[in-house]
């Protein structure tokens, strides 16, 4: 069992520009949920996809948006970057209404 | 915002026991208790949860207040492996939403 895997591990864009980052879940989980850590803080909620709708949502503005395909697997886009967006970016995977969610190693994003 | 208490920093002799305490004194009754840790640079690794009674795993034991206001969590013998941060969350049943605080940073020393 891979585990939550993350693409890609490391990411650089400039000021304006958009980007997505995927995740596949680990194998039986359904639902995906995508959280921002910027350097030193804990991890914060973006939002969260089930049955490939956006099923809770975090304090984020509408350039954070999300996919998710019918293998559960799903895409975080992320519009008009700006400086203040570099951080980690964190995909969690787990059933539905179960206990425990798997995260992945993360995607770091460097805005410059 | 996050619903816990945790002090910034621990250390720990490696071999002893971690003992690392959470205040949640506003938790309601609907609100599972869940212990995540971070090593650097890597995703959030669960360790455990629990509702109401103490619970073990081959990880940790945690200990949850008659009055759920706090708990512990313990690690029985620590390894410099441990070294990390670790989240006390409230998590309410109904979701799958994690809120995390800024941890408590665990140093293992020899």
């Known amino acids: 069992d891979a585990g939550v895997t993350q693409s890609p591990t490391h990411l650089i864009k400039t000021r304006g520009q958009q980007v997505t980052l995927r995740c596949s879940p680990k194998s039986g989980h359904d639902t995906v949920s995508w959280y921002q850590q910027a350097l030193g803080q804990g991890p914060q909620f973006i939002f969260q996809y089930y049955e490939e709708e956006e099923r809770q949502r975090g304090n984020f503005p509408d350039r954070f948006s999300g996919h998710q395909f019918p293998n559960y697997s799903s895409e975080l886009n992320v519009n008009a970057l700006l400086l203040g967006d570099s951080a980690l970016y964190l995909c969690?995977?787990?059933?539905?209404?179960?206990?425990?969610?798997?995260f992945g190693q993360g995607t770091r994003l460097t805005v410059v | 915002d996050a619903k816990t208490t945790q002090p910034t920093s621990m250390d720990c002799a490696e071999g002893r026991a971690a003992n690392l305490p959470c205040n949640h004194s506003t938790i309601s009754g609907n609100e599972y208790v869940y212990w995540y840790r971070q090593i650097h640079s890597q995703g959030p690794q669960y360790i455990i949860h629990?509702?109401?009674n103490n619970e073990t795993n081959e990880m940790a034991s945690l200990i949850i207040t008659e009055d759920r206001k706090s708990s512990t969590l313990i690690l029985p013998h620590a390894t410099l492996r441990d070294t990390a941060v670790y989240y006390c969350i409230v998590r309410p049943i109904n979701t799958d939403k994690l809120i995390f605080g800024t941890g408590t940073r665990l140093q293992v020393f020899p």
């Open positions: 969690a995977s787990s059933l539905v209404s179960s206990t425990g969610a798997f």
């Open positions: 629990g509702l109401k």
